[in-house]
């Protein structure tokens, strides 16, 4: 694995695994809650459907190590809002790996190929 500023200055050790948001399922026949302001808001499904967790801005903001997805998230993340003012990036491994930068308020319907279903970290940018 090839090793990023970003990793470096990370450190492997200090990832901790965190399930920050609340993972709820979502039939086909109800309707997604819309994303709140200042929240991030992960989706199961590309078009912002399926199973969700959120993310508060005060829970991302403060915060130098990667929140590491867990609960049945990691590798499942197709779609996502950003709503808040930070930039976000999104890596493929705990700590490194590819990384997929969702900036301030953007909405990401379907991710990238190579980042859909591939997701298991967030961490500011």
Known sequence: MRTSIWTRRVGVGIAATVMAG???PSPASAAVPPCKADWVCLYSDRNFAGN????????????ESPIVLGGGLANRVSSLRNTTDLDLCFTTEPVGGNVFRAGRHENWNQLPFWAEDDIEAIVKC
């Open 22 to 24: 609340v993972l709820a």
């Open 52 to 63: 969700f967790a959120t993310f508060s801005r005060a829970t991302l903001v403060n915060r």
